[in-house]
C-alpha cells in the first residue's frame, strides 16, 4: 500500500510594491502589482503630505490586505526599511515602547501597527530588488505609483 500526502499546496501569490514621492515630505503615491496563476491586479493610491517611507509601507499594507486570509505571499520591494523593518527591527521596537535604537520615536509607528498585526494572518516570504534596476514586477510598481502621484495633480488642477 502507498501512503500518500494529502497535503494540499497552495499557490504563492506575488506582491511587488513601490512607493514615489515628489519632495519628501510630498505629494507621494504607492503602486501594488499582484500576481497569480489566476489574476493580475494593480493597485495604487496618494497622499497629499507624506513621504516615501509611508508610500512603501502603505504599499506592501494594502497589497497584503487585498489577499484572502492564510494565503501563501511572496512580496518583492526595493524598500530595505520596510524588508528590514518587518523581520529585523520590529521585535525591538515593540519591546523598547516604539522606541528606536538610539531612544527615539518610531516613525509611522501606526503603519507598523498596521502591518505587524496583518504578516501574523499569511505566510509571507521577503523578497528585496534594487530600484529602477530593471525588475519588471518593481518597475510596473513603480510605474503605478508614480501614476497615482499624476492622479492627485489631475484633480487638484
Known amino acids: ?21 515628489k519632495g519628501n515630505p510630498g505629494v507621494g503615491g504607492w503602486g501594488v502589482l499582484i500576481k ?19 508610500m512603501e509601507l502603505i504599499a506592501v499594507i494594502e497589497g497584503i490586505k487585498s489577499i484572502e486570509k492564510n494565503a501563501n505571499i511572496e512580496i518583492t520591494t526595493d524598500s530595505k526599511y520596510v524588508k528590514n523593518g518587518i523581520n529585523l527591527w520590529i521585535d525591538n521596537w515593540k519591546k523598547n515602547d516604539w522606541k528606536t535604537s538610539s531612544k527615539k520615536p518610531v516613525k509611522n509607528k ?7 498585526k496583518l504578516v501574523q494572518n499569511y505566510n509571507i516570504e521577503w523578497k528585496w530588488v534594487k530600484g529602477h534596476s530593471g525588475h519588471p514586477g518593481n518597475e510596473r510598481a513603480d510605474q503605478l505609483a508614480n501614476a497615482a502621484i499624476l492622479d492627485f495633480f489631475s484633480i487638484t488642477k
Do not use: H, P
Not at 501512503?3 to 494540499?8: A, E, G, K, Y
Not at 496563476?37 to 509611508?54: A, D, H, M, P, V
Open 1 to 21: 500500500m502507498v501512503d500518500l500526502d494529502m497535503t494540499v499546496i497552495k499557490e504563492t501569490v506575488q506582491i511587488f510594491t513601490d512607493g514615489a514621492c
Open 36 to 54: 497569480s496563476s489566476n489574476f493580475i491586479n494593480e493597485l495604487k493610491g496618494y497622499e497629499q503630505l507624506t513621504t516615501n517611507n509611508r
Open 110 to 116: 501606526e503603519l507598523w501597527l498596521d502591518l505587524d
